[in-house]
Nanobody, 124 residues
Framework: QVQLVESGGGSVQAGGSLRLSCSAS????????MGWFRQAPGKGREGVAT????????YYADSVKGRFTISQDKAKNTVNLQLNSLSPEDTAMYYC?????????????????WGQGTQVTVSS
């Protein structure tokens, strides 16, 4: 089993930045990808970014390319998401997730473990 705990959410004005962190514990050796997803009220869960933990390759949704950056600190078993140039459309609950199988994906169906989420609110 793998446990994931997110932190770093909050409220910010449009154009601002936030940094989210996800701390992983348990059988982390089984994990190949760590991803970030978000879900706005009344909408489905959207994959935002993912990182291949064994090589550092990163992948992003078009909606966040150039604004968000995913990174990892392997020594701390932590994955971070830097959110820049935020807009009200980025307001959502942000979830960290872990994937065991090979092949990158931003589909929530592919991920095996989930955190509880951290709220990001962007005001105009």
């Amino acid at each position: 089993q793998v446990q994931l705990v997110e932190s770093g959410g909050g409220s910010v004005q449009a154009g601002g930045s936030l940094r989210l962190s996800c701390s992983a514990s348990g059988y982390t050796g089984s994990i190949r990808y760590m991803g970030w997803f978000r879900q706005a009220p009344g909408k489905g869960r959207e994959g935002v970014a993912t990182i291949y933990t064994r090589g550092g390759n990163t992948y992003y949704a078009d909606s966040v390319k150039g604004r968000f950056t995913i990174s990892q600190d392997k020594a701390k078993n932590t994955v971070n998401l830097q959110l820049n140039s935020l807009s009200p459309e980025d307001t959502a609950m942000y979830y960290c997730a872990a994937k065991r199988d090979t092949g990158w994906s931003l589909s929530q169906k592919e991920y095996n473990y989930w955190g509880q989420g951290t709220q990001v609110t962007v005001s105009s």
